[in-house]
């Protein structure tokens, strides 16, 4: 089954549910997967005037396999894939100057052409004084080698004020085993003010300045897949980052933010694909109302 996406799309389309304008950069091929993409960005949307069409690129292809527990393994075709060959020239820079947030991660930083093309446009969201939200979303079999996907990881914690990371991700990183030791590791050597750390089954935590807020997940019986959930999770808690300001967080703000990224989280868990079936912000409002949970 088709579902076209991809991490920072999938952050944007829930971004775009919760009453933000969004707009997407990249580089998709003049094929049937490429032009779906774009359709189905359209249809969520989400601008895309920055993302290229490209008549001499075939569009990059995941396989998700879903496994008994409802996890994911991944197959890619690309090599080389559209995404790859951005070029840092291609960068719309109007289109990311005039952005409060730049969210990006470590798939468009594989390859030396499309790194170059990340990093400007870090660089000039930096510069108009956007907020950088970066995910590792760490796929191993994009990359050469681990080291070099460390390395580019390192390269993100240290541009960004927002930090989405996964408890498996955390670990790899850091080495330790304990996710508070690994975060304030993190923490000590980039100095990133906000990390939120998604741990599936075992909830969130949110660590800022010195508060550490952890909220219990919402598990559902009828998990179909988990594809989507870390961006869906990841996308809510920047609405919540928007709505209040980086400096306007508190613990009871992070909790509610926990509280409702969770729950949307949850509720994508029950649906095949991502970008296309994001709830909408009344739903999740309705899902914690039944489950007895203030928003």
Known sequence: EANPGGAPCNVLAMLNKLGHPTAFTGKVGRDIFGLKLKAVLEEAGIDTAGL?????????????????????????????????????????????????????????????????????????????????????????????SLDEAKEQAAWGFSQCDVLKISDNEIQWFTGEEDFDQGIERLRKEYDIPLILLSMGRDGSRAYYKDLRVEKAPFLQKGTIETTGAGDTFGGCCLHFVLKYGLNGLNEERLTEMLTFANAAASIITTRKGALRVMPEADEVERFLSSAGRPS
């Open 52 to 144: 290229i069409v490209d008549a001499d690129a075939r569009t990059t292809l995941a396989f998700v396999q879903t496994l008994p527990d409802g996890d994911r393994d991944f197959s890619f075709y690309r090599n080389p894939g559209a995404d790859m060959l951005l070029t840092a020239d291609e960068v719309d820079g109007g289109l990311i100057r005039s952005s409060r947030l730049f969210h990006f991660g470590t798939l468009s930083m594989t390859h030396e052409g499309v790194r170059k093309a990340t990093k400007k446009a870090v660089r000039l969201a930096k510069e108009s004084g956007a907020l950088i939200s970066f995910d590792p979303n760490l796929r191993p079999p994009l990359w050469k």
